[in-house]
């Protein structure tokens, strides 16, 4: 079973940066495609950024240029830093994986990113 927990989100002032982790649980990490979304209330979740197992990556356009997507398959942890945050980027982060060869995704619990003076 493949367990997701993230955690870097808090509170920082619009500008500033943050750099949020997501640990996985279980084996075969880096056979999994991972990814970054986003939740803002009242909103559907949109994906932020995602890093196939082979190494490439794409960003959603509103983050392009500011967030960057990583993994260390060594320490079985994905990572996003996120830098000129705005107050549009206020919302609750969820990391996916799912095997490369396809079946279930897996979503961690959340982890909250709030941008305001």
């Known amino acids: 079973q493949v367990q997701l927990v993230e955690s870097g989100g808090a509170l920082v002032q619009p500008g500033g940066s943050l750099r949020l982790s997501c640990a996985v649980s279980?084996?075969?990490?880096?056979?999994?495609?991972m990814g970054w979304y986003r939740q803002a209330p009242g909103k559907q979740r949109e994906r932020v950024a995602r890093m196939t197992s082979g190494g490439t990556i794409d960003y959603a356009e509103s983050v392009k240029g500011r967030f960057t997507i990583s993994r260390d398959n060594a320490k079985n942890t994905m990572y996003l830093q996120m830098n000129s945050l705005k107050p549009g980027d206020t919302a609750v982060y969820y990391c996916?994986?799912?095997?490369?060869?396809?079946?279930?995704?897996?979503w961690g619990q959340g982890t909250q990113v709030t941008v305001s003076l």
């Open positions: 279980g084996n075969g990490f880096s056979f999994y495609d």
């Open positions: 996916k994986a799912q095997h490369r060869w396809g079946g279930a995704d897996y």
